[in-house]
């Protein structure tokens, strides 16, 4: 049986980005860039007021007080989008607005509300700094300047970014596709009538949830019956056509467990079988002959899930073209006591709380239900708690390393089993 961390790392060894695509920016918000993304234009595009206000030579005011104010002659204006931009002639101001072009013969914009303006005249109180209030051309980022890396994850601001460098289409790793397998014969669809002994497939909702949110395109395929053969021939067909795919159910030792059997049957590679933690324990990882990785996941909704946040969800962000797949974990302190399990690490679900007693300012209450089969144990649910292997009672207070089901701000990411020592 495989710790948690030596499971990582083989569900990892010899992934690589898909393909690349060009998607128009209407369809790259959270896309990966696969190249680097360089300026085409300076931003600012031009030099320009960052205020409203009048443009001076800054030496035109040397002297002004309050006292012994300085008054220039308003020759024009400069507005955005104007067709012409006069020239600021030496001892007078020119009228100019935020993002106007600034005047030649000008260096410096004093604000509207520092200046008395009366008619074609203006009387400054204060002396002007060189440059104050002024955008240079380029200073966000000149031509040839990294706009954006390779890698990083396309936001809104991102995407404001790219328009207005007039990048329309961006060069992005192609998402993974992820097919979705359940097997059972008590399973049944939400628009299915119910039956004696059914059970809706909530696994396969919430597979389809998680794929979205990790980057993946999902394909939930039909339920499929406890049969060999039937088993055999949709991972098979599920091979052919996805990079990943997921199956949840039958790959424990039950008499009808027969996941394991379907997936030798066709022709996938297994690498493990069998993870060191709780719940999860029975998760099977391989691939099949033209490459694509194959999860087997439990088919108990809480170990699904737990085994898809730790193992399936950084394979999809590699995949997708993540320089960075693991999300950032954390340390919070416990707020009650845990019972450790012999030979298996528990990711112990928890809610995260403000802790002014914690180092890290942050708590965790650990969920009433810790069953593997008890859906209510994943609503609201903010981290996994990794509660290591052993024979005694974590006390509460101690403080126990997360990770969180959301990215925030933290320490560097790394494999979260890894990182704890």
């Known amino acids: 049986m495989l710790t948690l961390g030596d499971a990582i790392s083989r569900v990892l060894a010899g992934a690589a980005p898909l393909a690349t695509e060009r998607v128009s920016l209407g369809r790259a918000l959270e896309r990966l860039l696969a190249i680097d993304l360089t300026a085409r234009v300076d931003s600012p595009p031009f030099t320009n007021s960052a205020m409203d206000g009048f443009a001076v030579r800054a030496d035109a005011l040397i002297g002004a007080t309050h006292v012994s104010p300085v008054t220039l002659p308003v020759e024009g204006e400069s507005r955005a989008g104007g067709a ?17 072009p600034l005047p030649e013969g000008s260096d410096s914009v004093v604000l509207q509300e520092d200046v008395q303006h ?141 996941m394991r059997d379907a997936l030798g049957a066709a022709g996938v590679s297994m690498d493990f079988w ?29 170990s699904a899930f737990v085994t898809f946040e730790v193992l399936v969800r950084p394979l999809l962000r590699v995949l997708a073209g993540d320089p960075r797949p693991h999300r950032r974990h954390l340390a919070a302190k416990l707020a009650s006591a845990v019972k450790a399990t012999r030979g298996r690490d528990e990711l112990l679900r928890a809610r995260l709380t403000e802790d002014a007693t914690s180092p890290s300012g942050l708590g965790c209450v650990p969920v009433a239900r810790r069953g593997s089969g008890a859906l209510p144990a994943l609503a609201g649910v903010d981290v996994l708690a990794r509660i290591p292997a052993g024979e005694e009672t974590v006390p509460a207070g101690a403080l126990v390393q997360c990770l969180p089901l959301f990215d925030v701000p933290g320490v560097a990411r790394t494999p979260f089993p890894l990182a704890m020592g």
């Open 274 to 302: 069998k993870v060191a933690i709780k719940p999860g324990k029975p998760f099977a990882f391989g691939r099949a002959p033209h490459g694509s990785a194959v999860a087997g996941l439990p088919g108990n909704p809480v």
């Open 84 to 100: 012409l931009v006069p020239t600021c002639p030496p001892g007078a101001t020119i009228r100019i607005f935020t993002g106007a």
């Open 118 to 258: 009366e008619g074609h005249v203006a009387v400054f109180r204060d002396p002007a700094r060189q440059g104050q209030n002024v955008r240079q051309r380029g200073e966000d980022v000149a031509v040839g300047g990294i706009l954006l890396p390779r890698g990083a994850r396309l936001r809104a601001g991102d995407i404001g970014l790219l328009a207005s460098q007039g990048i329309g289409e961006v060069e992005v790793y192609r998402r993974p596709r992820v097919a979705i397998l359940s097997t059972g014969d008590e399973l049944r669809r939400l628009d299915e009538p119910e039956r004696p002994g059914s059970i809706v497939n909530s696994n396969a909702y919430m597979l389809e949830a998680l794929v979205l949110d990790a980057g993946g395109t999902p394909d939930v395929r039909p339920i499929v019956s406890d049969t060999l053969t039937t088993l055999t021939a949709s991972v098979r067909e599920a091979c052919a056509t996805s990079d990943l795919v997921i199956s949840t159910g039958g790959v424990s030792v039950g008499d009808h467990d027969l």
